[in-house]
């Protein structure tokens, strides 16, 4: 796995603080939003359908600070929107490698060479830029909805590597996405000279403008399946390798959405970052105000039924790693052998351990409607 030894030690220790001080419900990474706005319209994503009046505004650096301080997480994801569109974005990011964050600043990189150039950041094992590239050239252009957008990227990337940043790739799959094709951007990705890359499925929001093409829960499995049934040594991924395991279809876990608290204009969204069911004015309201056995696939609630995205299973992996014997020579297997080859685990669904032991019981129709599926 792809990820500094520092880093590693940082969010390890952190997680065994939250264990020893018997915290069931703890953030891992908070997903600070600090604006809508984009550059692009991606058919899949539901983030940037605010009417112009929201997506003129932004947080300022200290609401963000404030936010990281209150949630106390170790990592902070950078997402948006386009982060690079922020007016502060410099700022913000040096106040939060002065806070010892590792930050993960996700971005379409078509503005990364302009503020590469322009002096806006600076190298630091605290900044990583996590690149929007959703596989090859063909296929990333067809997501992004912009012709061309894979080439920007690409320079963008390419920039930022030479100047010393970390830098990592994220790519959503969607319905038509070819395991053959994946291997080829494994490939050129690693030849560029990336860190680790990360790969999920996207999450099917109402307000994304193509719902035709989000993968159902089997048949994430077996393309995942088929991306990493025969992977090679030179790839490096920048997630857990139980999550890994996940995607495969390898290992069950339930969700756990307190694992990435969002931020954002509004504030505290509940219950995750992918749905927006309200939202409260501080931290500890969204944790100790939210019911969380509403969520999940084992609720029944249906908008959860087919969602594996890492923001909400990365964090049942690192609980399921630190929080018992066999989870934790699991992941040491799963890391010695390398991706992909650990094999069916053959154990039931693993569920954190402030969860229910049974599902929480529904209505009626609701249970007949959750059964069906």
Known sequence: ???P???MWTVASYVLEQKLKGRKRYPLVLMLEPLFRCNLACAGCGKIQYPGHILKKELSPEQCFAAVDECGAPMV???????LMHTRIGE????????????????????????????????????????HMDGAKECHDFAVCKEGGYDVALGGIREAVKRGFRVTTNTTLFEGADAKNMHGFFDDMMKEGVEGMMVSPGYSYQKAPDQAHFLHRQKSAELFRGIFGNPKKS???NQSPLFVDFLMGNIDFECTPWGNPTYNLFGWQRPCYLLQEGYVKTFKELMDGTDWDAYGRRSGNDKCKDCMVHCGFEASSVDYTFGSLRGFLRTVKATLAGVGKTGNS?????????RPNK???LPLPERAAAAAD
């Open 346 to 354: 053959k154990e039931p669904l693993v569920v954190p351990a402030n």
């Open 77 to 83: 994801s950078i997402p948006g929107g386009e982060p």
């Open 1 to 3: 796995m792809a990820v």
């Open 235 to 237: 790839w490096q991924f």
């Open 5 to 7: 030894i520092s880093q």
């Open 92 to 131: 913000l990011v040096e106040g939060l490698v002065a806070r010892k964050k590792y930050i993960y600043l996700c971005t379409n990189a078509l503005l990364l060479k302009e503020k590469l150039e322009a002096g806006v950041f600076k190298p630091s094992k605290y900044l990583t830029f996590s690149i």
């Open 359 to 361: 599902p929480k019981k």
